[in-house]
């Protein structure tokens, strides 16, 4: 058997069928023999918690009560308790908080992997760079597959693209034509021999 895993499955919770998808992506990592913390299941309830402290206090200061707590318990179950990420990436732009829960996983090195099955994107078939590249590009597009990229995952290493994007901004910083610009961008990409044709 391979290691046990702490997984936290971060995505979109705000419908029913939002709700079941990622269910079902919690449902496969556990049928792995990981541990899986999936918020709607296993966090705060907003709109149980809602009603009853509304009663008890204002209606603002409760909804700031209960983002403080979730954010809290959120923050800790992905820094502090989680190995792994399992993001779901579905929609046209993916839902915000994922994004920033996947970023808290890459930056802390841990594994990251992508869910989406939704060929809505902003940019030619992809989603934004800033967003695939925080799983090391480990993308799934069916749900049954993701046990196993969970598994051949890597832990992050933020260093190594904070290294490689430190270089490519000195030696961008004294490309002066669009040509030494294009010659800069395909070495660091080990392309280089492309601008020799």
Same mark, same amino acid.
């Given at each position: 058997?391979?290691?046990?895993?702490? !997984?936290?499955?971060?995505?979109?919770? *705000?419908?029913?069928?939002?709700?079941?998808?990622?269910?079902? #992506?919690?449902? !496969?990592?556990?049928?792995?023999? @990981?541990?899986?913390?999936?918020?709607?299941?296993?966090?705060?309830?907003?709109?149980?918690? *809602?009603? *009853?402290?509304?009663?008890?206090?204002?209606?603002?200061?409760?909804?700031?009560?209960?983002?403080? #707590? #979730?954010f809290n318990l959120d923050i800790y179950k992905i820094i502090g308790w989680s190995d792994a990420v399992v993001a779901n990436l579905n929609g046209v732009v993916p839902d915000p908080g994922t994004c920033i829960e996947a970023a808290l996983a890459w930056y802390t090195g841990k594994r990251v992997v992508y869910f989406k099955n939704d060929d809505r994107t902003q940019f030619d078939g992809l989603d934004n760079a800033m967003i695939r590249g925080l799983g090391d590009y480990t993308f799934v597009n069916t749900i049954s597959k993701i046990a196993a990229a969970l598994r051949a995952a890597k832990p992050q290493k933020p260093s190594i693209a904070l290294a490689e994007g430190s270089a490519l901004a000195?030696?961008?910083? #004294?490309?002066?034509?669009?040509?030494?610009?294009? @010659?800069? !961008?395909?070495?660091?990409? %080990?392309? %280089?021999?492309?601008?020799e044709k």
């Amino acid at each position: 058997m391979s290691e046990k895993l702490k !997984v936290y499955c971060a995505g979109p919770l *705000f419908n029913d069928a939002e709700r079941m998808e990622m269910e079902q #992506i919690a449902d !496969v990592i556990e049928s792995d023999e @990981h541990e899986v913390f999936l918020p709607q299941r296993d966090g705060i309830e907003y709109f149980t918690l *809602f009603p *009853f402290l509304k009663e008890k206090m204002e209606a603002m200061e409760a909804r700031l009560l209960l983002h403080r #707590i #979730i954010f809290n318990l959120d923050i800790y179950k992905i820094i502090g308790w989680s190995d792994a990420v399992v993001a779901n990436l579905n929609g046209v732009v993916p839902d915000p908080g994922t994004c920033i829960e996947a970023a808290l996983a890459w930056y802390t090195g841990k594994r990251v992997v992508y869910f989406k099955n939704d060929d809505r994107t902003q940019f030619d078939g992809l989603d934004n760079a800033m967003i695939r590249g925080l799983g090391d590009y480990t993308f799934v597009n069916t749900i049954s597959k993701i046990a196993a990229a969970l598994r051949a995952a890597k832990p992050q290493k933020p260093s190594i693209a904070l290294a490689e994007g430190s270089a490519l901004a000195a030696d961008l910083a #004294i490309s002066h034509s669009q040509n030494e610009y294009l @010659h800069t !961008v395909l070495r660091h990409l %080990g392309l %280089g021999h492309l601008m020799e044709k």
